[in-house]
T-cell receptor, first 111, second 115 residues
């Protein structure tokens, strides 16, 4: 099974509302990253949080990490229609070069 | 920087034909990854290279799939013979692995349809 599992699988909100997506993982990590994928496009890196960090901000994005619960959340504040996309968490488990991606959350922001 | 370049962007072929997907990573990046994405299975890592050397190919579905990286600026993923179940979007990504913080940069993908 996958390392990261996002929750919810799909989310529909009104423009201006906040969107919260959660990610759970199974093994110890070096860092956790969030990516966005617009329909028909490749994934784009949004933000990285290290295992010794608890919260990180980037513009309208806020990421939290709870290593004791092996979970992370991505908050998008004041959402816009352009935020409509799939969002994936990815974990770096350290001993290899690879990231392990979760199953993604599909976000729809209604104008 | 042009980003990760993949070609072709779309490929339609018939079952049994050979398919070759190409990738040019970002200059200076030392890791390259091939992924496959489908609705049913999500995003799957097929193989990755570090400094042109294959590190882990455990995600390659079967012997019909092969990947090469002859130099730092070019990689291919070949499927021979192709089957309808290989239909998917194939992504190439590259990164510069340093300080254990690896951000991957994805190409636009190749949408493959095997009839």
């Amino acid at each position: 099974s996958q390392q990261g599992e996002e929750d919810p699988q799909a989310l529909s909100i009104q423009e201006g509302e906040n969107a919260t997506m959660n990610c759970s993982y199974k093994t110890s990590i070096n860092n956790l990253q969030w990516y966005r994928q617009n329909s028909g496009r490749g994934l784009v890196h949004l933000i990285l949080i290290r295992s010794n960090e608890r919260e990180k901000h980037s513009g309208r994005l806020r990421v939290t990490l709870d290593t004791s619960k092996k979970s992370s959340s991505l908050l998008i504040t004041a959402s816009r229609a352009a935020d409509t996309a799939s969002y994936f968490c990815a974990t770096d488990v350290g001993s290899s070069y690879k990231l392990i991606f979760g199953s993604g959350t599909r976000l729809l922001v209604r104008p | 920087d042009a980003g990760v370049i993949q070609s072709p962007r779309h490929e339609v072929t018939e079952m049994g034909q050979e398919v070759t997907l190409r990738c040019k990573p970002i200059s200076g990046h030392n890791s390259l990854f091939w992924y496959r994405q489908t609705m049913m299975r999500g995003l799957e890592l097929l193989i990755y290279f570090n400094n042109n050397v294959p590190i882990d190919d455990s995600g390659m579905p079967e012997d019909r799939f092969s990947a090469k990286m002859p130099n730092a600026s070019f990689s291919t993923l070949k499927i021979q013979p192709s089957e309808p179940r290989d239909s998917a979007v194939y992504f190439c990504a590259s990164s510069h692995y340093a300080d254990r913080e690896e951000t991957q940069y994805f190409g636009p993908g190749t949408r493959l349809l095997v009839l």
